[in-house]
């Protein structure tokens, strides 16, 4: 458990000198504060005897005055430094998480690392603060409280140290019985999260399909259940408050007893016994404010477990020590006998092989999970294969940097996936380095123009999140002009004209002809339309290619392409008909 302790401090050791001054300062005073008790043990023994209090309740009037400025002074600098580095992790993480590899990402969920770094944001915040704050200071506190009141009375003493240990041993036991239920608390928020998450992204669909309702009723059902796991640990903690409240109480009449037969005995005065007091309620204080410690750690290390296994997969984001640069791609792409799939399913591709020289035009077709995105995702290293190879211009793409085998690539989703920020800033993604006139020339490419300029803030319009102050055929347009401007050597269209209506589909369509122009082009076709004008089409099935040829060689051959094509029309029953021989003489 003190080992999540230990890491979250790490974190502050980019402010080590001013951690350590406000430290040393909360410690001092703690130190200082041991001296009240004895104080005022002091103006009740001078007023008990008649003697002149004033020089002692001035002292203690000082005494109380410096050590709330300074108290105020040294909060006000912890605070800042515990807002100032959740901010700064809050950046640093991000960029780890951003930086994870997409295989990562798509197995875990967005969802799942907001919700982590979030909370690991806050958790951390919270223990940072009170580290400088209270931890350090209670424990020395603690060590401080007993030899001095050893020194003042051993009998007494013992009534303290009593307290203690049944604080710990209280402790000790209620932790044993709450970890696995705030572990699992962890985890119902994470669904609950998840859901909210989820819900939220989805609105249009819920609204569309009346969902509102029945969605906010799953979401109740999730806080019930995290209520559930809630609950029991709430309650296992209540009972040790009660526990240590009464240990706390009984030491208390434990002390006064003890101090009255003394004072009766004339062994000790009656100001020790109200320092003694002073001193069990310090010492009740601080005991709390472990307990709290203790507890907060507790927590933390649910919450923080998430976050240390991303913080820990660092290597999954570093590129190999001797992994090059992939530079001056002409674009001849060759995939020899690869082969991938995905933990406990089927799905995937096998043993496939293909070459696409520079300049050609590949198309993707076939059923719907048949393995075409995977391909693609393999191409781009969102996936690695399990055996085989991909090279681009005979260098294994496995040996380069992403960075730089992205850099080859320009990719149009058929979810457009745009930023909610303005246009201009949409399709500078493609070319950070790119004039605003370059921008204008590739949206014009994309036949993006028109609707641009129609808006009040033309360039300057804020697209909404996902895109969604635009239509589905403006946001696609956007992202092919985003792909335009970066200039790669390859292409990766993902039905890039799927959202457009067939007039502004037609201009799109002769932009990305003039755009696949001495370009690798890899057309994941949806509609067979698409890829009559492909080099080389490959029809996948079941992760596997089983026809491969030109688009005349496959609709002639009277295999799966042919039927394919006459489902979708574009084949008539009759031509399908006299192209059985074909195949059968062939």
């Not at 108290?71 to 800042?80: H, K, L, Q, S």
């Not at 580095?85 to 197995?107: D, K, N, V």
């Not at 092989?353 to 048949?370: K, L, Q, Y």
């Not at 009040?456 to 092919?480: D, F, H, K, P, W």
Request: charged share 20%; net charge neutral; aromatic share 8%.
């Amino acid at each position: 458990m003190f080992q999540v302790y230990t890491r979250a401090l790490r974190y502050l050791t980019v402010h080590k000198w001013r951690v350590a001054v406000v430290v040393i300062a909360n410690v001092i005073l703690a130190a200082i504060t041991i001296a009240e008790p004895v104080l005022f043990g002091r103006i009740i023994d001078a007023i008990s005897s008649g003697s002149n209090v004033t020089s002692i309740l001035i002292l203690w009037a000082g005494f109380g005055v410096f050590n709330t400025v300074a108290y105020v002074a040294v909060a006000r600098e912890a605070d800042r430094l515990a807002h100032g580095r959740r901010a700064s992790l809050l950046t640093e993480a991000f960029g780890r998480i951003i930086s994870m590899p997409l295989s990562w990402h798509h197995q875990r969920g967005t969802s799942n690392a907001l919700h982590t770094l979030l909370r690991a944001s806050e958790t951390l915040f919270g223990l940072w603060l009170e580290f400088m704050r209270t931890h350090l200071a209670t424990f020395v506190a603690l060590v401080l409280l007993v030899p001095t009141a050893m020194s003042m009375d051993l009998r007494l003493s013992f009534v303290l140290i009593g307290l203690g240990i049944v604080y710990w041993f209280i402790g000790k036991w209620v932790m044993s019985r709450t970890k696995d239920g705030q572990a699992s608390v962890e985890e119902h928020y994470h669904s609950v999260f998840a859901h909210v998450s989820d819900s939220i992204s989805n609105v249009s669909v819920l609204h569309s399909y009346n969902r509102i309702e029945a969605e906010t009723k799953a979401l109740k059902s999730f806080t019930e259940k995290l209520l559930s796991a809630q609950y029991p640990v709430l309650d296992w903690w209540a009972f040790a408050s009660a526990l240590n409240r009464t240990a706390s109480t009984v030491s208390m009449m434990i002390i006064l007893v003890i101090g009255t037969v003394l004072v009766k005995s004339g062994e000790i005065r009656v100001g020790d016994v109200i320092a003694f007091i002073g001193f069990a309620n310090l010492l009740i204080g601080r005991l709390d404010q472990m307990r709290q410690f203790v507890t907060q750690i507790f927590e933390a290390r649910a919450k923080l477990e998430d976050f240390f296994v991303l913080e820990d997969s660092v290597k999954e984001r570093e590129e190999p020590g001797d992994a090059r640069e992939l530079s001056n791609v002409s674009g001849t792409v060759e995939f020899r006998n690869v082969n991938f799939g995905f933990a406990n399913t089927k799905q995937g591709v096998h043993d496939v092989s293909f070459t696409a020289r520079a300049g050609e035009t590949i198309a993707i077709v076939g059923p719907t999970g048949a393995g075409k995105t995977t391909l693609i995702n393999l191409l781009q290293r969102v996936y690695d294969p399990d055996s085989g190879q991909i090279l681009i211009d005979g260098t294994d793409i496995s040996t380069v940097t992403k960075n730089s085998l992205r850099n080859s690539i320009a990719t149009v989703f058929q979810d457009a996936g745009l930023l909610n920020r303005s246009i201009r800033e949409n399709i500078r993604l493609g070319r950070e380095t790119a004039t605003d006139a370059e921008v204008v020339e590739a949206a014009a490419a994309a036949a993006a123009t028109d609707f641009i300029d129609s808006r009040i803030n033309g360039y300057l319009t804020q697209v909404g999140e996902r895109g969604n102050r635009l239509s589905g055929g403006e946001r696609q347009r956007i992202a092919i002009a985003r792909a335009i401007l970066k200039n790669a050597p390859i292409l990766v269209l993902d039905e890039a004209t799927s959202a457009l209506d067939v007039e502004t589909e037609a201009r799109v369509k002769a932009a990305v002809d003039a755009l696949r122009k001495n370009r690798t082009t890899f057309i994941i076709a949806h509609r067979l339309s698409t890829v009559r004008d492909a080099d080389l089409v490959l029809f996948l099935d079941q992760g596997r290619v089983i026809e491969k040829g030109t688009f005349d060689e496959l609709s002639q051959r009277g295999g799966r392409f042919t039927s394919l094509l006459r489902t979708s029309g574009l084949l008539t029953e009759d031509e399908a008909q006299q192209n059985r021989p074909k195949a059968i003489a062939s």
